[in-house]
């Protein structure tokens, strides 16, 4: 019986050659596309989650038109003439527990602001309650009241 011998080293002449390591993976242009698209997305949905402020108001100008609300302030009540107009007294804005603008009213009681749009509660400087109590302000809007302070 005869043995053939071979060299551990070689493969036999009948197998096909193996590859020494496996091929690499190319990265190509959809690749690289794809990974700036998601990159993009990431950093704009960051950015937009910062954008908002508190109490679903919309923290940048830039973004949305403001609102103006403008009116008089009177006062009802109290002695004779019973209504008259209240100059240089200042009105308060007030979003929540925050007062966020404020106003001084002129020689004839008026007034005018610019507010982000929004619901928003109207006091005198001095914390007395005013008549409406709340304003509401849309985009691009002007809102006219007519603020009352009842005294008795």
């Not at 954008?51 to 609300?69: K, L």
């Not at 019973?82 to 009105?91: A, E, K, N, S, W």
Request: net charge positive; proline share 9%; hydrophobic share 40%.
């Amino acid at each position: 019986m005869s043995l053939l011998t071979t060299d551990k080293c070689q493969p036999p002449p009948n197998l096909p050659p193996q590859p020494a390591e496996p091929p690499r993976r190319r990265s190509g242009r959809k690749t690289v596309r794809r990974g700036a698209a998601i990159a993009i997305c990431v950093l704009a949905a960051a950015a937009g989650w910062g954008c908002r402020g508190s109490e679903g108001h919309i923290a940048s100008s830039a973004e949305a038109p403001r609102g103006v609300v403008a009116g008089t302030l009177q006062m009802v009540g109290g002695p004779a003439p019973g209504i008259r107009r209240l100059g240089q007294t200042r009105i308060d804005i007030v979003d929540g527990t925050r007062v966020v603008a404020a106003t001084t009213t002129d020689d004839r009681g008026r007034f005018r602001l610019s507010l982000a749009p929004g619901r928003y509660r109207l006091r005198l400087a001095d914390g007395a309650e005013v008549l409406p109590r709340y304003v509401r302000i849309t985009p691009a809007e002007t809102v006219h009241i007519l603020l009352k302070l009842e005294v008795k």
